[in-house]
Every structure is written in C-alpha cells, then in structure tokens.
C-alpha cells in the first residue's frame, strides 16, 4: 500500500509540474514569430512591447509542454520565472485584506462596508469595500469601482488601494475638505485583489490556469455577457456589474509603466493600429490626466506622455476594460503602474507617493462632466432615459432607480438630448462643462423633465398561439383583432418570421438552417468523395485567397443566389469577401469577409512544401461543387489536415473530414449570412472536428406557408382592424409547422409584439362553430362558420341532446336546409366536416 501511495503522489507531482505555468522569454525576427505564437495559443504577456518597433524579445506565459514545443521549432526560449520578495509578510494578501475591511467596517461603520461578490476558483473570497457616507443606502451618486490585480503576480496595485482606503478612511474622520467631499458624494467600491488564488500561488492565472484578462465576455465576437459561462471571478464581476450602474473604473497591473486606454480590441482595425472608442477624446483625457500626476509614468521613454491605446500597444481578446465600456457604459483605464511585476514591499511607499495625486484625480473625474436626475414632469417620479451627446455615438442610461446620469466630458460646449419610451425628447443646448485645477467637483447640473407625449396603445384579441388547421394542398385560416385604447392614432406594420424548419439538431438560426453530424442515428452518412486527381488545383500563398470561381450553377445562401465563390487558405470560402484572415473569429461577426462557409477557419499554410493543394470541381451533371483542402499543414506546422466542402444546388451544404491531426481546437466551423447578423457556429477555439466525420446544413427551405391581410394599417382612438391569417399547405407534408407574426407599432411602450402560429397539416378537421339555425313553418335553416379543408360537411338529428343522432344529409356548403321538420318539435343538430373526395 505504501508504494501504491507514493507512486500516486510521485504521478501527481509530475502533472502539475506539467501544467504549471511560468514566464519564459523567446527571441523573435518578426510579426510571423508573433502569429505563430498566437496560433499556438501562447500568453504573450503585454508588457513586452515598448513603443513603436517590434521587441527582440518576448515574455511569454507557458507551461513545460509549451516550453518544448517552442524548443522544437528551433526558437530560443529561456525560462524567466518572476520571483517574489523574500520578505512576504508585509503584502497583504486576501485573507489580511478581508480581516483589515472587517476592521474599518466596524471603525467607521457610517462610511464603509465589507462586501463578498463572490468566491474564488480555490475558495477564497472576493472582498470589497464600499464607502459612502449612508453606507446601506443606494443614493443618486455616481457609482465608482477601483479594481487591481486580476493577474495574481502583479500585487502593487492591491496595496495602492489599501493605502486610498486608509487614506479616505482617516482623513473622512479628520474632517480633510476633499475626503469628506468623496464619502458625501460618491459611492466608491474597492476591490484591491480580483484574483486572490493567483497572488497565493505567485502566478498570473486563476487556479484554473486561465488568464482573466482574456477571458472575459467579447463583444466583439458577439459573445454572452453570461455568467455562467464564465470563471468564478469572472462571473462575480458580471453579477455585480448587473447589480449597480458604474461609470467609472480602474484595473491596476503591473510590467510596465504606462495608462492603457480603450479599445484593446476592435475587429475593424489591425493589430498595432489605433483603435478609438466613441468617448475617445474624452477617455485620452482621462488617461493623460492620471499619467501626468505620476512622474515616472509620465517621463516614460517608451510610450509618449505615459499613455497607449491598448490596440496600438496590442491587441488583446477578453479584456475587463473593453468589457466594461460595451457591456455596460463604464469606462476603465487599465493602469500599469509598475515595471517590477512583485518589488519589495519597502518600495510601496514610493509607489503610493506616485500615484496618490493621480488616484484621487480620477475619481474626482466622476464629478466632471455633465450630471443631473431625470424625472417625469407631471409626477416627479424617475425615469429610465437615454442620454445623448451630439457627436459622441454612443448612448448612456440613467440609473432607473433615482433618474440620476452623470456623463464624463472633458472642458467644453455641448448639446445633449434626453429621451425616453413615450416621452418626447428634449434637446439642451450649449451647456458649459469646465476643467479648473484643484476643484473637485465642477460637473455641470443639468436636470431634465420630460412631458408624456400623445401615445397610442396596441392592444390584441389574440394573446395566445394563433391555431390554424388544414388538409394536404388546401388552406385554413384564422382571425385576431388588432385595436387601439388611447388618443393618438395606432400605425402597425405585420411581417412574418418562420424560425424553424422541420429538420432541427443545431440551430436553427435566424434564417432556418440547422445542421446534424454523422453521429447522430439521423444524421448524414460519411461519404468521402476525393477529386485530388479529377478537380483543379489552387496554388494559393499562405493566407491567400483564389479568384472568382464558378459554380456552374445557382446556389441559394440565406436566400441570395450565388453563382461565384472565391476560395481561401484558411479553410473558408466567400461569395462576397476578398480575403480570409488568418485569425478567426467567432461567426457570426459584421466584420468582413461574410456570406462565408468555414469548415476549419484556421491558419493553415497551403505554400508550405509540407502541403499538397487546394483542388476545386464543379459536377454540374449532378448538381454539386466540392472543394478539397488535401493534406495542408498549419503554418509553421507538420501536422496534415485532409476535408472537403460540398455545395449541393439545392442548398444543402456537407463538411467531411478525412484525417485531421494537429492542433484541431483553434478554429472555427460555421456558416454566416451576407452581413454577418446571422449564422450558425459548431465550434469555436474547442475540439469537435475528428477522422472520419461529416456535417451537414440544410436550409429548410420551406414554402412560405402564412399570408396576412391587411399587412400595415392606422387606428383610431377606440378602433380596431381584424387581420386574416391564411395558411396554405400546398407542398406541405403532414405534421406542424410554425411561424411568428411580428406586429410593430408606434406604440412607445410594446413597439413590438410577437404573435406565434402553429399550423397543423392533417386530415382530421375541427370541427364547425358558430352554428345558427332559423326555423319557419315546415324547415330549418342551419348555417356555420367554414372549416379549412373540409370539402364536406355531414347534418346529423336527433330530438335527443345525447344519443339518437342519425345523418340526415351532406352539404358542400357551410349550410344545409332540413324540410322534414313537424312543427312544435324540437330538435338538435350535429354537423361535422370531413376532407372526402367526392
């Protein structure tokens, strides 16, 4: 037993020796060194790059594995391990911090407050402190959050807010004119250690080995803001953001000496480009200011004024600052604040002497600009508004909970217009925002009360699933009400969406393709079809794209007919671009190339003299185009990849995989649409595709099966308009389909409702309703609503309301006259309908 133990412990030992992640250096020649390394998913930690031209060295993050295969391919790598002061026990870590937020809180339980939110991978809680002058209280003040060390290795930013927190703390009680004025006017959280684990065990990552500053939520790959997607920390940082409305935020690291502004990433501008986001001007200005009140920062010799926009410097995926702008309005300056990752813990002092003037400048910036409440004029009450500047592209929000805003602005004259849902808008113009040094707050008021406008109100008959039924190749229908409560007059407008097909795995998208593998029981069977001999070849450059090629025939994708496709070396193809990156993205994406089909979106390199070719062939005789990527390496890899594409012309669209070897989780499988709004992504950066496998898309293309009339009307107070809904099941087999009937309105508050269809093909019919009878002397007259379908309707009679029926009669009509009736009888009717042909 006891060698049993010893070898297990021995084995673990070695795997996490494996997967340990420590800094490395490797020399470089160029941006190809730099792609390779990005292929090969290695960190490439951001400090490495000072100024303009390319460094000769890299610092990189990697693990043993890593380390090696950067050996094979002949770089020279050294590792570099970032070590810690010999001397820990003046660095608060996280339990210290918590034990010293716990302390203030009962110190200065008015103005401040320990807050858990959230837990680490390992356990450790997520600690912030909140101060405010009514602590308990959400009051109308700008919401601040100071955030450090997301990377557990760059600690000099936790002890910069321990020492602010201190520095708040001591000088509220002391009655300092500045600290009093932060606690009575700000909410300010303090959050001096977002990655605890990570400082415990001296490393960048998580304890899950994932850096947090490239894994939060992408918007530019339209990824979710959800939590449960994401790592703890991670996820505590979204949880907390949906519960407050910050505007204003820091990130502090360490590596360097310099303020990074927004944006980190913009997929319509290159790497090591300028990327402006629409508060630009306004957001160098935050940079330059915090820059300039740190000296070293400001004299740097590598970055002008001590200030990078982050896309410039590099690009990075994932990042908290681009985060907290897109998903949430908060603009965050990432501040690296020193070229020492972990300095001894007796340079702190100086580093708080660096940054203190800079701190308390930018939070003061939460107090410059233009700030106000809007409220409705009539009531008084809050409102949730949007906030506007004239050229500034992007709009703000109000916090619903107060109508408070507060719009950071450098110095200057500005229009803003304030609207909300079934308010009319207001326009305030040539509103004076100034920039005094030495004045804490000089953000110009402005509160607005907007006034209800005349509105109409949609209202809907309807408020279920609209049913309609109908026999193979005839056509039913079914009837709502649109109408109108208030005083201004309804505009509506009617479309329809049908958002699945009958065949459904993956997807559907918005259009309706789904798709299936051949694992499934139901799936496509693989069938591979080689044209290495019998097609064309392409000799396409690494990251080369062919010419327009023909099809040989129309093909439909997302309802735009294609007769031409160019061909790409990154494993996709384009009906409408003319290049295809190396770097792939999450599909679908608005950037360019779109209208694309990428069964292995990679970067693959064609020209190596390790791969064969791309071949392409049209076999118009049975309506089919394939093209072949035969043995085609990665760049700068070894490792051969064979698969294919198959265009059928009625749409279908068929992957297979041959042999795939190599890195197989870095790419992305998928189909986009023309504009990049819609798609379907199989995978993306995570292994699926493996030997011997086949996808399949289908299009669903379905007749178009639901008609409305009218389509578009007015309304006037009190009025309504009955829409028709006929279905039609020609060329319909058995069984239900479904659509949406979108119903847009000028109505402010529900400008669009949805109405879902359920059509049901079938040959067994409702039956009739609304069924009037009129009586004279000798007969009686029955009438009744008309049944989709039904190419018959059988009368049975009875003078008895529960047995006894019997047929009296068929009617090819909705109506039918009984003359056997006496007079001074009485009599009950059935009537069905049936879809017998006669």
């Avoid at 209280?137 to 290795?153: I, N, Q, R, Y």
């Avoid at 996709?572 to 003319?578: E, H, L, P, W, Y």
């Amino acid at each position: 037993m006891k060698k049993i133990i010893i070898f297990i412990l021995t084995l673990s030992m070695i795997l996490l020796a494996k997967n340990k992640y420590e800094y490395a250096t490797v020399k470089i020649s160029g941006i190809d060194d730099i792609k390779f390394l990005q292929e090969n998913k290695i960190d490439i930690d951001r400090t490495s790059f000072t100024g303009k031209a390319l460094p000769e060295t890299l610092t990189v993050y990697v693990n043993d594995e890593e380390f090696q295969m950067l050996e094979k391919e002949n770089y020279v790598v050294n590792w570099k391990p970032i070590s810690r002061p010999e001397k820990l026990t003046d660095f608060r870590f996280n339990e210290d911090i918590g034990d010293s937020m716990l302390v203030w809180q009962n110190r200065y339980p008015a103005i401040c407050k320990r807050i858990q939110i959230g837990t680490s991978v390992q356990g450790r809680e997520l600690w912030v402190l909140k101060i405010s002058d009514n602590v308990d209280v959400e009051e109308a003040e700008p919401e601040l959050k100071f955030v450090s060390t997301m990377h557990g290795d760059e600690v000099t930013g936790v002890e910069m807010e321990m020492y602010m927190i201190e520095d708040i703390l001591y000088g509220y009680q002391a009655n300092n004119d500045t600290m009093q004025f932060i606690v009575n006017n700000t909410e300010l959280y303090v959050m001096p250690l977002m990655n605890p684990d990570g400082m415990a065990n001296n490393s960048r990552y998580n304890a899950n080995s994932v850096d947090l500053n490239r894994n939060f939520p992408e918007f530019e790959y339209g990824e979710p803001n959800d939590p449960a997607l994401e790592e703890p920390e991670i996820a505590a940082m979204i949880n907390w953001s949906n519960d407050h409305n910050f505007i204003l935020s820091t990130n502090y690291h360490g590596g360097a000496l310099v303020t990074n502004y927004l944006f980190d990433k913009d997929n319509n501008v290159a790497n090591y480009l300028y990327a402006a986001c629409a508060d630009d001007e306004h957001v160098t200005w935050l940079a330059y200011n915090y820059s300039m009140r740190n000296t070293p920062m400001f004299n740097s010799s590598s970055f002008t004024d001590g200030i990078t926009n982050g896309n410039e410097w590099y690009s990075i995926d994932g990042g908290m600052q681009d985060w907290n702008y897109k998903y949430y309005n908060d603009i965050d300056l990432t501040l690296e604040i020193s070229s020492t990752k972990w300095p001894a813990f007796s340079e702190m002092t100086g580093f708080w002497q660096d940054n203190r003037d800079a701190m308390y400048w930018y939070l003061s910036a939460a107090h410059k600009g233009i700030y106000g409440v809007v409220t409705d004029f009539d009531t008084g009450l809050p409102l949730d508004a949007t906030i506007e500047i004239t050229g500034i592209d992007k709009e703000y929000n109000t916090d619903p909970d107060h109508g408070d805003y507060y719009r950071i602005l450098k110095a200057g004259t500005y229009s803003m217009t304030v609207s909300a849902p079934g308010y009319l808008p207001q326009t305030i113009n040539n509103i004076v925002v100034t920039d005094e040094t030495g004045v804490f707050k000089e953000a110009t008021e402005v509160n607005v009360q907007l006034t209800m406008g005349a509105n109409p109100d949609i209202t809907l008959s309807q408020t279920d699933t609209l049913t309609i039924m109908a026999a193979p190749s005839t056509t039913g229908n079914n009837t709502f009400d649109i109408g109108n409560i208030d005083t201004e007059d309804l505009i509506y407008n009617l479309s329809i969406n049908y958002p699945q097909g009958n065949k459904a795995s993956g997807g559907p998208d918005t259009f309706g393709y789904t798709w299936k593998d051949s694992d499934e029981g139901d799936g496509p069977i693989y069938n591979w079809e080689d044209i290495a001999t019998s097609g064309t070849s392409l000799s396409l450059s690494d990251d080369g794209i062919s010419s327009v090629i023909s099809l040989g025939f129309n093909f439909n994708f997302y309802g735009t007919d294609y007769s031409t496709v160019r061909i790409g070396a990154n494993v996709a193809i384009t009906f409408t671009g003319s290049e295809i990156s190396y770097d792939n993205p999450l599909i679908p994406s608005t950037a360019s190339p779109n209208a694309i089909i990428a069964p292995f979106w990679d970067d693959l390199d064609p020209s190596s003299n390790s791969s064969d070719d791309i071949y392409y062939y049209s076999d118009i005789a049975n309506g089919k185009f394939i093209v072949q990527y035969n043995e085609i390496v990665n760049y700068s890899g070894s490792s051969k990849n064979t698969f294919e594409i198959i265009l059928y012309q009625d749409g279908m669209i068929v992957f297979q995989y041959s042999s795939m070897n190599g890195i197989l989780d870095a790419c992305t499988i998928g189909i986009e649409n023309g504009t990049g709004t819609d798609g379907l992504s199989l995978a993306y950066n995570t292994s699926y595709v493996k030997n011997n496998l086949a996808i399949e898309f289908n299009p669903n293309f379905l007749p178009q099966w639901l008609s409305l009339n009218p389509i578009s009307g007015t309304i006037m107070q009190s009025g309504s308009n009955l829409i028709t809904a006929t279905a039609d099941a020609t060329d319909l087999i058995y069984g239900l389909y479904y659509a949406d009937i979108i119903i847009t309105s000028n109505d402010p508050d529900e400008n669009t409702l949805i109405l879902p269809v359920k059509f049901t093909v079938t040959d067994m019919l409702t039956s009739p309703i609304n069924v009037v009878p009129n009586t004279s002397a000798s007969s009686c007259s029955l009438s009744w609503d008309a049944v989709g379908g039904a190419t018959i309707y059988n009368i049975y009679r009875s003078e008895d309301p529960y047995s006894g029926f019997s047929l009296i009669g068929s009617s090819g009509a909705n109506s039918y006259i009984d003359n056997d009736v006496l007079l001074g009888n009485k009599y009950f009717y059935q009537i069905t309908a049936d879809n017998t042909k006669q």
